[in-house]
């Protein structure tokens, strides 16, 4: 991963870890308190539930990690296979043009390459 995607990614996710992972643990905290159910009576079961709801938008959180990596690995296979594609195709024309010039004898005869080519053109 170059730099400048890296950097992408962190400022991404870093925004995402604080307004999802951590913006969902405190709504629920700030809800609870606001519609008067959490109290100091009620805090033992009220932080385990914003915790609860935090750890569940840090799993879904590294989920978005790991599909944005993956999206970014087929990426580069993608990149890597039109680069081959690119050269193959390269080479294979060459390769032809080089047969062509050199009057190449043909496996199954005397004649060249090229001979075998407009025979099969005017055929």
């Known amino acids: ?8 990614c962190l400022h991404t996710f ?10 969902g643990g405190g709504a629920i905290w700030g809800f609870s308190e ?18 609860c709801v935090a750890m569940a938008f840090f799993v879904r959180w590294i ?3 790991l599909d944005y990596l993956e999206e970014v690995r087929i990426e580069r296979i993608g990149e890597c296979d039109e680069q081959v594609s ?3 195709a390269t080479f294979a024309s060459d390769s032809h043009e080089l047969a062509l010039r050199s009057n190449i004898v043909s496996p199954g005869g005397s004649l060249s390459l090229e ?6 053109e005017n055929a």
Do not use: H, Y
């Open 1 to 8: 991963m170059n730099q400048r995607r890296f950097l992408q």
């Open 14 to 23: 870093s925004a995402k870890l604080v307004l999802e992972v951590f913006g």
């Open 34 to 51: 606001v519609v008067g159910l959490r109290k100091d009576s009620t805090l033992w079961f009220w932080r385990p539930c914003a915790l």
């Open 63 to 65: 989920m978005q990690i």
């Open 86 to 88: 690119i050269a193959a």
């Open 115 to 120: 001979d075998e080519i407009e025979k099969l």
